[in-house]
């Protein structure tokens, strides 16, 4: 069965810093990966998506992430962090064979201080 | 253009009611989802449309759920005789084709007192 695996509930970085959030996923065929973010009291935003070619993928505002497809693993990564990014951010894997519904992550509350 | 809308945003109830959460998918799009998010949790799938049909409705909990979506673009999520653990926040999502990017509305907090 598939599932997707965010270790970390809550991660709390200062303005300026790096960030990576951790994404693990178990599925039975090639999936296809995605990202999202939510801030309070809005939908659910793409930030990038992964369905094959280049391991390394390019999103919104500024964010990549990179499938390890050895690690089963699609973590997301910001060079430097600004007070706006905090949300609560999604791993998310579907079928790539015909992707109908996605497999969320339980997500990652990200806080980040001044 | 308009993005994926939801109304009402938010619905208190009292158990055992009926009620109806509607959702307006981005012109077009052929393909809608319904997902529920619990408090603390990522969104669950419930069902998806192709057009008029429901082409997965694994997700759906139980029969007191049922969604509609009748002429392919507006749908209704249906929850007959609602539970205190129905309580979350509903989320619908509309793509423009099967496996292509879905976009999410902002969602309906239901509440079941």
């Known amino acids: 069965a598939q599932s997707v695996t965010q270790p970390d509930i809550h991660i709390t970085v200062s303005e300026g810093a790096s960030l990576e959030l951790r994404c693990n996923y178990s599925?039975?065929?090639?999936?296809?990966l995605f990202w999202y973010v939510q801030s309070p009291g809005q939908g659910l935003q793409l930030l990038l998506k992964?369905?094959?070619?280049?391991?390394l993928v390019q999103g919104i505002k500024g964010f990549e992430a990179e499938f390890k497809r050895s690690q089963s693993s699609f973590n997301l990564r910001k060079p430097s962090v600004h007070w706006s990014d905090a949300a609560e951010y999604f791993c998310?894997?579907?079928?790539?064979?015909?992707?109908?519904?996605?497999?969320f992550g339980t997500g990652t509350r990200l806080t980040v201080i001044p | 253009g308009a993005g994926v809308s939801q109304t009402p945003s938010n619905k208190v109830t009292e158990k055992g009611k009926y009620v109806e959460l509607r959702c307006d998918p981005i012109?077009?799009?052929?393909?809608l989802y319904w997902y529920r998010q619990s408090l603390g949790q990522g969104p669950e799938f419930l069902i998806y449309?192709?057009?008029?049909?429901?082409?997965?409705d694994s997700g759906l909990p139980n029969d007191r759920f049922f969604a509609v979506r009748p002429e392919g673009s507006v749908s209704t999520l249906k929850i007959q005789r609602t539970e205190r653990g129905d309580s979350a926040v509903y989320l619908c999502?509309?793509?423009?084709?099967?496996?292509?990017?879905?976009?999410f509305g902002p969602g309906t907090r239901l509440t079941v007192l």
């Open positions: 998310a894997v579907a079928a790539a064979t015909g992707a109908n519904n996605l497999f």
């Open positions: 992964y369905f094959s070619g280049d391991t």
């Open positions: 599925y039975g065929a090639t999936p296809y």
């Open positions: 449309f192709q057009g008029t049909g429901a082409a997965d």
């Open positions: 999502a509309s793509s423009a084709g099967q496996a292509d990017t879905q976009y």
């Open positions: 012109s077009g799009h052929t393909a």
